[in-house]
Each structure stands twice: as C-alpha cells, then as structure tokens.
C-alpha cells in the first residue's frame, strides 16, 4: 500500500512548433519505435506518462507545442480511457490491475496526461472519464489503482484534471454514496487539535501531515491545472483554532496546508522528506503554494534556492537529466512569471527536447564512379557500383592478381624458412 503514497511524486498552445525538423538532436536514441518521443533516458515503466505529461506542460509554459511528445502519450492510452505508466507494445492491451506489483492502469497517469492534453488542445482517442469513474470510491475519492484504497494525492490530481476539463466534481455525476471528491480529500485535511492542524495527511503518516501527499493535495484544494500564473502575497494564512475545529473550503484548507509546507523549508530553502535536498519536491512545494497565492517569502526563497542549484536540480539521483525536475521546476518558475528558457541560466525547454527519445539515424553513402579513361573503358561491376577501367588495365587485370598472389605465397615461405634456419 506504501508505493501509492509516492508514486504521485515522480518525477497553453504555444506559438512555436518543436516537431522532429525543429528540435535539438535527440540524445537519446532508442530502437523501439514505441519510444519515438517519449522524454528520458531511464526506465519509464513505472512514471513514463506521468513524467511525459509533466514535460508537455513545461514545454507549453515556454511556448511550445511538442508534437512528438504529444503524440507519444496519446498513443499510450489504454482503450478503456485510462493510461498505465508505460506500454512498451501498443499492439497488446493494458496491464491488469495487480496490486502486489502496483501495476496496471491508475489515477495518477490518466488525470496528469488528461492535463497535458487539454493543455496541448488535443483531444485523446478515448474519453478517459468512465475509466476514472471505475476507480472511484465508495468515500468518494480516488486511489492509484483500483483496490489500492483512497489516497489525498490521487484525489487531488483527479480533481487538478477535473479543474483543466472544467468537469464538476461537486455535481452528482461525481457523488458516492452521498461522498464527493472534495469531502474525500478534505477527510485528510488536518483540523484543530490535530498534530499539525492545517496540513494534509495520508494514510500512511500516522495523523501527521504528509509533505509528498500534501503539495498534490494542495493542488487539488485549489483546483488549479497547469500551467498557471500566480500572484502571491505574504499573507500566512493558519486555522483559527480558539474555538476548537473549524469547517473551511477546500481552498481555504489548501491555504493553510500551503501556510504549513512554508514551515517546512529548511536551510537555503528546499524541502526533503530525509536528510538531504529533495529539489523535485522542492518545486513541487512551490507550486503548491503559488497555488494559493500566499506565502510569497517562502515561494521566493524556494525558486531562489532552485534556480542558484539548477545544474544538480534537473538531474535524477542517478546523475541524469529527470523530465519530470526539469517539469515541476519549469511550471513552478512559470507560475512565478520568470523564464522557461533562461531559469538559472538554463533552458529548461531545449534541456527537455534535447532527452527526447528518437531512433538512430541511419547515414547511406553511395558508390562514386570512378572517372572515365581517356581509352577505351570496359566495364567491371564491383559490388553496387560501376568503376570503369582502361583497356589495358582490364585485358590484364587477371595476370596482375595472380602475379600478386604469387607473391604473397613466396614472400610467406621465405618468412617461414627464415624463422626456422634461426631456430636452428
């Protein structure tokens, strides 16, 4: 059940066009033409659509259309609406769900690339929404896939997607058994009296607020899709807690969950859920609370942080460039009105295009012919080419190979009697 809490965490139509003819060299190739488009060199199989998404977003925060990396996640969809992290054979159906493995269709992917697809103007192949009503709770929320059970972070991103479409999640299309997906989410919402009142938990922090479920959590309070502009004030909003628990909107709890990611900012200004920067959540936090338009002192601090680490920010942890950093980071300084293409002094958007998986290219070299003789040629056929030689040259050509065999065979027995009378 564990895996659900961070899989959420991996990692608009612009006017310019970055299709196969307009992109930076591709530097990382791939002889599955499946992953024709597809961002990053390590293995998609459990975050491919997701961080693809990720990457569309970015790219259209900086003003560009990515048709191939579009056109990748399309592709990928399941035919039932839904999408898996990652089909390497689009001829063979989706993954059952398994929930020893946490494989199989689930929220996360569907409601990110339902994101990045409205963003992009394109429409999927199949609607993705029955799909989500599948996995709908009796609670009312979502949960990474089927059986897994509901979790903040996958509610808050179906309901970021739900916010991109425009879909109601308050009508009655969305209720269960009298529950909607905001009453779900709100269920982790922490109140007065609580360990850490105004932030979000999860199922698996033991009644304190959870920093990787709580920033998508955020994001769904808010009901903001990417990319979006922010206007942050310093206010810090917290929970009025004289009176005992209170009843706030969803985005007023969003507010005061944003209030308490601000608290959790440490050192030069990241975040990490260990003893060690994390950047991706790092961004992720400042979105979160650029959502909200509050906590303006934190945000700076963050974007500030992000942007002097930029070259280590963008990388995995295996030292390679992650889609989905450079993504979060890209959306959280468009969000803030700085530069896709210079944060840092660091174009995120060529960085994205320059990880776009493409095939190798083949380079053919023809045959040149040989200048003709000022004498009469006769023609030879050498493999795939034609070479013309002067009469002479040919009428002799057989006698030239044989005197040349000769004496490769003569020259060999003279080296090998040679060797033997030193032996002697």
């Not at 063979?92 to 990110?112: V, Y």
Request: aromatic share 6%.
């Amino acid at each position: 059940m564990r895996v659900s809490h961070y899989v959420g965490a991996f990692v608009l139509a612009g006017a310019a066009v970055l299709g196969p003819a307009t992109s930076a060299s591709a530097a990382v190739t791939t002889h599955n033409a499946t992953d024709v488009g597809l961002f990053g060199a390590s293995d998609p199989s459990f975050d491919g659509a997701f961080r693809q998404s990720l990457g569309i977003l970015a790219e259209l925060a900086g003003g560009v259309h990515d048709s191939t990396a579009i056109g990748w996640l399309v592709k990928q969809q399941c035919a039932d609406g839904g999408w898996t992290a990652y089909r390497s054979d689009l001829s063979t159906p989706c993954p059952a769900t398994n929930l020893t493995t946490f494989t199989g269709e689930d929220s996360n992917s569907t409601a990110l690339a339902i994101e990045a697809l409205h963003a992009a103007g394109v429409t999927p192949t199949h609607d993705p929404l029955p799909f989500l009503h599948s996995l709908q709770d009796s609670d009312g929320g979502f949960p990474l896939i089927a059986g897994a059970g509901t979790d903040p972070n996958s509610t808050g991103l179906v309901l970021q997607a739900f916010s991109a479409i425009g879909a109601d999640p308050t009508s009655s299309t969305w209720t269960v058994s009298g529950h909607t997906p905001v009453d779900a989410l709100m269920s982790f919402w922490l109140n007065c009296g609580s360990a850490d009142p105004g932030a979000f938990s999860s199922p698996f922090s033991s009644g304190h607020g959870d920093l990787i479920a709580g920033v998508q959590a955020v994001w769904g309070a808010e009901a903001k899709a990417f990319p979006f502009t922010a206007n942050p004030a310093a206010t810090q909003p917290a929970p009025d807690c004289t009176s005992g628990p209170i009843s706030p909107t969803a985005a007023a709890a969003g507010q005061y969950a944003a209030t308490w990611l601000a608290g959790q900012v440490q050192g030069a200004g990241y975040l990490t859920s260990g003893s060690s920067p994390d950047y991706s959540l790092t961004a992720q936090g400042a979105l979160a609370m650029e959502s909200t338009d509050t906590n303006k002192t934190a945000i700076d601090k963050v974007l500030g942080y992000l942007s002097t680490n930029i070259g280590s920010a963008v990388l995995d942890p295996h030292g390679v460039l992650s889609p989905g950093s450079i993504g979060y980071i890209a959306l959280a300084a468009h969000a803030d009105g700085l530069s896709v293409t210079s944060f840092g002094g660091r174009n995120l958007v060529t960085m994205l295009a320059s990880i776009r998986r493409a095939l190798p290219v083949v380079v053919k070299v023809a045959n040149k012919p040989v200048a003709k003789p000022v004498t009469k040629p006769v023609t030879s056929v050498h493999g795939s080419g034609v070479a013309t030689l002067p009469s002479t040259g040919a009428k002799h050509l057989d006698v030239q190979v044989g005197l040349a065999g000769d004496a490769f065979v003569v020259g060999g027995l003279l080296l090998v009697l040679g060797r033997r009378r030193r032996r002697a």
